[in-house]
């Protein structure tokens, strides 16, 4: 049985930042004290730069945290577009997060391959302590955009070559649905009025890709309160 998500109302774009901050070091400290080690996945944008920014002087034991990325961009390593570059600049590059322990998606070698190497990087990994998600304006997430396959149910692949993202880059790698949904916690954070029109597809029913992400315990979602208005 799935559960149903938990919308959490915020007024604004200052106040689901501070509460996603107090969400993941939450996550953290709990999967630290349970399992000596705490596994999270990035995701891409706006939303999420800030909270990274705001991540930056948390009292965290950062040598404990093993942090992946739930979808990238197939473009030069260094490339400013790159998630991994972003979260780098904003975050990363500031704590005393191991190097060995950020697992960059290899996208400059192209969908494919890279899709296959973090097959083979996830394969010992277990469930994730928490996966951050964003949603986008057509209800993707991650790179799992509608009317394309998102990975779903028992022996989808954890990663994904994307070759027709309907913006540019057009080819991405992302996790799969089913990897996504294989943690601890999920949390999407949604911002903008933009994005207005996926949060209402979503509440009511329709199918697109944050649907099929179903962890056990459910998902919730900060979301701006006038966006489920």
Known sequence: MTLPPRWHAVANADELRWRAR??????????????GAFS??????????ALYRSLRDLPADWERWQVYFGDERCLPADDPERNSRM????????????????????????AERAAVRYRRMLAGVGDFDLVLLGLGEDGHTASL?????????????????????????????????????RARRVLFLVVGDAKRGAVQA???????????????????????ARLLR
């Open 87 to 110: 979260a780098a600049a904003a975050w990363l590059d500031h704590v005393a997060v191991l190097r060995a322990n950020i697992h960059a998606i290899p996208a400059e070698c192209g």
């Open 145 to 181: 955009f509608p009317d394309q396959p998102w990975g779903e149910g028992v022996g989808a692949p954890d990663a994904l070559a994307v070759s027709g993202a309907p913006k540019p880059p057009r080819e991405r790698v992302s996790l799969s649905a089913a990897r996504l949904g």
């Open 202 to 224: 979503w509440r009511a029913g329709q199918s697109i890709p944050p649907r099929a992400i179903t962890p056990p315990v459910g998902v919730d979602v900060l979301v701006e």
């Open 22 to 35: 107090a969400f993941v070091a939450a996550a953290a400290d709990d999967a630290i004290r349970a399992r």
């Open 40 to 49: 999270v996945v990035l995701a891409g944008g706006q939303t999420p730069r």
